[in-house]
């Protein structure tokens, strides 16, 4: 195969790629809290032992859209939301996590948890305690809960150090390997939960566009299998 075909093929395991990170954010477009994923093409030149350089397509990098998503009216005590930067600070199995998908709930032991059961934490990173006779709790918008009138805690809102270097794990959840900080004047409501941001007409839009590109380029492959194919008989005769 010459660099042509080398180079096609680079780009159709990319275009793979695309395909399936659209296909998830299309099926996770009604997920609370969903981030949309993009993927980064770059150039890869790699030295030939003879002729020139051969020039090939990488996309292994992932991009994440941290675009605000539509704000849902549920009225629920225990479903909140950022308005703006910052995501809401849990503790999973793995280590501390963020996530936008604010619909929380109590454990047995009255704990503040996700819906997969994982401890909502305050900025210092403890669990937060709700009391059982909390009937009327609130929150302000920096994150603190508050029954009868007294603070019983505060929901830890937090930003990544390097947001082009957060990592996805498990759909709504981040992991931030260079840290956290607490984000300034947080904006945080009380009875709504946040949509996801996928744009669903645009993610269609971009498949079909992908999928163009891909039966053009498996095209150019088979066009080329034939040549060389022709060419092969061609000198054999």
């Not at 503040?112 to 401890?119: A, E, H, I, R, S």
């Not at 669990?127 to 809960?145: E, H, K, S, V």
């Amino acid at each position: 195969m010459d660099n042509a075909g080398y180079t096609t093929l680079t780009r159709q395991s990319g275009l793979m790629r695309e395909m399936s990170v659209i296909a998830n954010n299309i099926a996770n477009s009604a997920t609370t809290g969903f981030r949309q994923e993009g993927l980064i093409f770059s150039e890869f030149v790699k030295g030939t032992e003879v002729g020139p350089s051969l020039s090939m397509a990488t996309a292994n990098v992932r991009s994440i859209d941290l675009s605000q998503g539509t704000l849902t009216k549920t009225g629920g005590d225990l479903d909140f939301a950022i308005e703006g930067d910052g995501f809401f600070l849990v503790q999973a199995p793995g280590g501390q996590r963020l996530t936008r998908a604010g619909s929380f709930a109590l454990s047995p032991a009255g704990d503040l948890v996700t819906n997969d059961g994982y401890p909502v934490l305050d900025p210092g990173g403890a669990p937060i305690f709700i009391p059982p006779d909390a009937t009327d709790l609130g929150m302000a918008a920096d994150g603190t809960l508050s029954t009868g009138g007294r603070p019983i805690g505060q929901i830890g809102i937090v930003a990544p150090v390097d947001p082009l270097r957060l990592q996805r794990e498990g759909g709504v959840m981040f992991r931030a390997d260079e840290g956290v900080v607490p984000v300034e004047a947080p904006r945080a409501i009380q009875g709504f939960i946040e949509s996801s941001n996928v744009d669903p007409i645009g993610q269609i839009a971009r498949m079909i566009s992908v999928q163009r590109a891909y039966e053009l380029g498996q095209s150019f492959l088979d066009k080329e299998d034939e040549r060389i194919r022709t060419t092969m008989k061609t000198l054999l005769k």
